[in-house]
């Protein structure tokens, strides 16, 4: 067996209990074959291996974000970004688009994303008004960080017909000046609507763009798996994304999730979770209950896709809508004789001692998102009623209770820094310092695993990936610094200096 790559001098957190920390990781083909001490390198190497001299530096399982959303991501990067790190003032948005619209030709869409009102000054949303002072001539689309309330200047109401006479549609509102009835360009709930309906698709030139962004994004960010979570993944979405491996313009794995409405569709053609190969997978069916679920439908379809061998991914942020979804599976087990295929829920976002119990007697995964507690942890601390706040994104009593926890982005919604999860997961600390649930602090060995071997686990692969360890792919990252050693705070200051992916370096810092 030839060796193709060597890693010395390395200081390797293999997250493999057999042998939790090496000096030395060998590769054959694209997989690892051995793990162990630098004495072992002149027996290793070969006339044609390739030796890394890592010089001390701490190498760790490639990450794995296991919920997040391709093609958002694309948007977002051709988008302007107007999160809070950009952005604090309905100025700073104007000036933004002032910008890009000076860049633009005139008549072509302007996206923005991720405004926040909690963290503009002044606390209000931007108008059609304040966008018309610096864009007429672009239709503008900026939309908030929930994707459930967009701002569009004149020009783009008027490209989606929505004028004073426009009726409410249903499950959706547009907001009105009140004196005279026009719209203010504030539209709840019609973002998807305006997107997929009113403006053009994106052009070939720029979904290609987009895609290398993200690319470079995810491979800089040591991101060697991602696990794709869109309800309205579909069959031609999952052969655009087969297309995107085969021309390698996506280096990293991919496992994708079919749409709750679409799975039928993947099963005529023979399709289930587990199908593919180690570039590309189909994963769990992704269910997203409405507002108010109706429980007899989420268990029937909870049981038609489990009997079907449909693993579950369950987008559950509230306590009764994992209620809902839990129950669901209750009714999968009570109804079928296999009675868990590791079905997920997504977020998990209040998880109650009573909710907690029966996600482990169900043997759930959880899928959680650490860098919500960095991002938004000001906000849940001033907005969610003092009785919730104890169940926001735990992560170590469900450990504790033996849970399998995953973390993952849900990016866009923020950004998919596997060590920025790292840090927040350990620190519990938001960016304004705020701690949320210091009692949920988990050690930097548990928060490696929720994005290594647990992230595996979430989507069955963990025999193949998610540690360094003998057998396993060479999907592998070096730090700059070792998590395990530095101060908690100085964890997300911690950067990818080389990123690589069975057996191949794709990336270097
Ligand atoms: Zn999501």
């Known amino acids: 067996m030839p060796t193709d790559l060597i890693l010395k001098n390395a200081n390797v957190v293999t997250m493999d209990a057999a042998r939790p920390r090496a000096e030395l990781a060998a590769v054959s083909g694209d997989s690892i074959f051995f793990t162990g001490g630098n004495t072992e390198l002149e027996r290793l190497t070969g ?12 190498v760790v399982p490639g990450f794995n974000d296991a919920h997040l959303h391709l093609f958002s991501f694309v948007r977002k990067l051709l988008s ?11 100025e700073d948005i104007k000036e933004a688009v002032r910008k890009k619209a000076q860049a633009t030709p005139p008549g072509t869409w302007i996206s923005g994303t991720d405004y926040n009102e909690f963290y503009l000054q002044g606390g209000r949303i931007p108008t059609r008004w304040d966008l ?80 290398a962004l993200a690319d470079r994004y995810f491979l800089s960010h040591g991101i060697t798996s991602f696990q794709e979570a869109t309800v309205s993944n579909d069959l031609a979405r999952w052969e655009k994304i087969c297309s ?13 999730m079919a749409g709750a409405p679409f799975w039928k569709d993947f099963k005529q053609k023979g399709l289930k979770t587990g199908y593919g190969d180690n570039l590309m997978q189909l994963g769990a069916v992704k269910v997203m209950p409405a507002v108010r679920p109706e429980q007899s439908e989420l268990n029937q379809l909870a049981l038609d896709c489990h009997k079907a061998g449909f693993q579950l991914a369950f987008h559950a942020v509230d306590e009764a809508t994992v209620d809902a979804a839990i129950t669901a599976m209750e009714y999968v087990s009570e109804h079928s004789p296999v009675k868990t295929r590791r079905h997920r829920i997504e977020h998990c ?11 482990k007697k169900l043997g759930l995964v959880i899928i959680t998102q650490p860098p919500f507690i960095y991002y938004n942890g000001e906000r849940y601390l001033a907005t969610v009623p003092k009785t919730q706040q104890p169940w926001l994104y735990r992560i170590r009593s469900p450990l504790e209770a033996g849970i399998v926890v995953a973390g993952s982005s849900d990016s866009p919604v ?6 920025a999860g790292i840090y927040a997961a350990v620190t519990r600390r938001a960016e304004n310092g705020q701690v949320l649930l210091p009692e949920e602090r988990i050690t930097v060995e548990q928060a490696l695993a929720l994005y290594t ?17 003998p057998g396993k792919l060479a999907d592998m990252v070096i730090l700059s610094g070792d998590p395990t050693r530095v101060p908690p705070e100085k964890i997300k200051d911690i950067k990818v200096e080389m990123t690589i992916i069975g057996g191949e370096v794709v990336w270097e810092g």
């Open 47 to 58: 006339r044609s291996s390739k030796v890394i001299d890592c010089a001390g530096r701490t």
């Open 80 to 90: 302007i970004d107007l999160s809070p790190a950009s952005v604090r003032s309905i």
């Open 132 to 211: 018309d002072e610096v864009t007429p001539d672009h239709p503008v689309v900026l939309s908030h960080r929930s994707l459930h309330e967009c701002v569009l200047n004149s020009l783009a109401l008027k490209l989606a017909g929505i004028n004073a006479e426009t009726q409410e549609p249903p499950n959706a509102r547009i907001e009105r000046d009140l004196a005279t009835g026009e719209p203010n360009g504030i539209l709840i709930d019609m973002l998807s609507y305006i997107r997929s309906e009113v403006m053009p698709p994106f052009s070939d030139e720029e979904m290609a763009e987009g895609v």
């Open 244 to 256: 995107l491996k085969l021309n390698d313009d996506l280096r990293s794995r991919i496992t994708m």
């Open 349 to 359: 976002g209040e998880c109650t001692p009573s909710l907690l119990e029966r996600i």
């Open 414 to 419: 923020v950004t998919a820094d596997p060590l």
């Open 453 to 469: 071997v647990n992230a595996a686990y979430s989507s069955f692969e963990e025999k193949t990936r998610g540690s360094i360890a």
